[in-house]
């Protein structure tokens, strides 16, 4: 039981009380995490729900779209959109900004978003995951490609999902990062991992060692390195994995 611990909702009102527009950003931040739920509630059915398979055309890099990917994009969308919380979105699947429906009144926030990435991995049952970014939009104009062309330090929040064995929700609206993980019997996150941070050093290295003839010669050494284990400069065994998700 969550009795106690902190949810994701409690969360939000804690870190984003005195800020400016902030029951906005948590207002928008919980219809994110909804959307989140129902891609996770997809994900986890895979064939029982038919949701595997190309669904046959490309998006705006190139790549095969897959069914999920599709119907993810769409959650995140639907989502997103009536709240009057955004000014507009972008999507991996789409190859222009998004513009929020004229029936449903415009925020000041854009959101930015990968809706299903490491979809590839789907039909071998490889975690994947939702990206997304939190934009400023204060002027009145509707928003065109370039004002979602901002430095990263002026992202009020970000964050992604893990669609694995659990449901992982790691965000941050710029004080700490944070994980929650999803509670599927009362449909909460839940705070289980505060105060993430990335270790110095490590003993395992991911990379898609299929393009190591574009490598630059800094990453062809350093990878050298790890592969050469205690033997090597590192003094140390590394192991490798890749799973060609970047929220894995």
């Given amino acids: 039981m969550y009795l106690g611990r902190t949810t ?20 928008l931040l919980i219809d994110v995490a909804a959307a989140i739920k129902a891609i996770s509630a997809m994900t ?13 055309g490309k998006n705006a890099q190139g790549e095969t779209q897959q069914k999920l990917d599709v119907l993810a994009h769409e959650v ?27 029936e449903y009144a415009r925020g000041r926030y854009l959101l930015a978003f990968d809706p299903l990435d490491g979809s590839s991995n789907i039909d ?9 970014s939190v934009l400023r939009h204060d002027s009145l104009a509707p928003p065109g490609a370039a004002d979602y062309l901002q430095p990263g330090c002026r992202q009020v929040a970000a964050g992604y999902a893990i669609y694995g064995p659990a449901t992982m929700l790691v965000i941050t609206v710029g004080k700490g990062t944070h994980g929650f993980t ?9 705070l289980t991992h505060p105060d993430l941070e990335i270790p110095p050093d490590s003993s395992e290295f991911a990379i898609n060692t299929s393009n190591a003839r574009f ?10 390195e790890c592969q050469a284990g205690k033997s090597g400069i590192r003094c140390r065994d590394f192991n490798m994995r890749w799973i060609a998700s970047l929220v894995a």
């Fill in 8 to 27: 994701l909702s409690k969360f939000l009102i804690q870190q984003l009380t005195g800020i400016p527009g902030a029951n906005d950003l948590g207002a």
């Fill in 44 to 56: 986890a059915k895979g064939a029982l729900g038919g949701y595997l398979g190309e669904q046959g």
């Fill in 76 to 102: 995140m969308i639907r989502s997103c959109e009536w709240g009057g919380l955004l000014a507009g979105m972008v999507s991996e699947e789409l190859e222009d900004p998004c513009a929020v429906p004229a």
């Fill in 124 to 132: 071998v049952n490889v975690a994947v995951g939702t990206i997304f």
């Fill in 182 to 190: 999803l509670d599927r019997e009362i449909g909460n996150f839940i």
């Fill in 215 to 224: 490598w630059e010669p800094p990453v062809h050494r350093y990878v050298s």
